[in-house]
């Protein structure tokens, strides 16, 4: 069995497709069949279901893909130490944020990055904390923006990110400098769903609140717009007050409620010296922003 092997099934898993694997390995469609097939008879079983609208995996298959992307990530570690070692900063590094990380603070990370480890490639997964978790805990990225520290994972706190109440220019609230959560119970409520949810129905449901919620979207700009026609009222982060075109007000909620945002990782101790890299750029760069 060869890394290759190992990438390509991989590949072929996650694209569900030979078709698109082989683009992104720069490979052939029958190469990656003949890879595939020859890695099934080494193992002695089926991996990989093929009829015409893709590819499935296998009961088996889905036993060994856990292997295969570990022994990548393994690889990859191997080949970060051995260039750390000559003081060289190349490898890969997969990286996982929710939309108001990627959106806000995310592209000047990543620009400050690349300027110092120019070698290294970076691969951004967008998704929800629970998506991003589990990203983390199975290997798929080696880590991830989140404002939920798990027990299972490491969790590198950055910044205390304030949950404001967000409202149309012309709506009564407007003029309040803060809002408590009861008076929340009687509006039109937008309910985010990139993450912040998890926290505003605990606290709803702290406070015996049921919020009068008309829509629960995801795509924050959608909800600033609809905020704004005067559709109803929301709580999001303050990190997303950007909004100048957009008759628009952000109020204190009481009580106050606030994320961590930090990043979340397998094991600090065992991390890549590009994971490493990115955790210190990251907070050097939040240091300059801030």
Known sequence: MTLQQFEVFV????????TKAGELLALTQSAISHIISALEIELGFTLLYRNRTGVS????????????????????????EAAAILGIESGILKIGCFPSISAKILPDIILSYQKKYPKIDL???????????????????????????????DFIPLFQDDMVVIV????????KEEISINEMESQSFIMPKSGCDIQ?????????????????????????????????????????????SLPLNAIR??????????????????????????IKETKSCLERLA
């Open 200 to 244: 505003l129905k605990q606290l709803f449901k702290e406070n015996k609140i049921s919020p009068n919620t008309k829509f629960e979207l995801e795509d924050n700009n959608t909800i600033l717009a609809m905020v704004g026609r005067g559709l109803g009222i929301s709580i999001m982060p303050e990190i997303l007050l950007d909004f100048k």
């Open 123 to 153: 691969q951004i997964f967008e998704g929800s904390y629970n998506e991003i978790e589990n990203w983390v805990s199975t290997g798929v990225i080696d880590l991830g923006f989140s404002a939920i520290p798990p027990e299972s994972l």
């Open 57 to 80: 995996i296998t009961n088996e298959g889905q036993k060994i893909f856990q292997h295969a992307l570990d022994i990548l990530n393994k690889a990859e570690l191997l080949k970060q």
């Open 168 to 175: 149309s220019e012309d709506h009564p609230f407007s003029l």
């Open 253 to 278: 909620l009481l009580p106050r409620l606030s994320r961590t945002v930090g990043i979340l990782i397998k094991s600090y101790k065992t991390a890549s010296p590009a994971s490493l890299s990115f």
């Open 11 to 18: 590949k072929v898993v996650e694209t569900g497709s030979f």
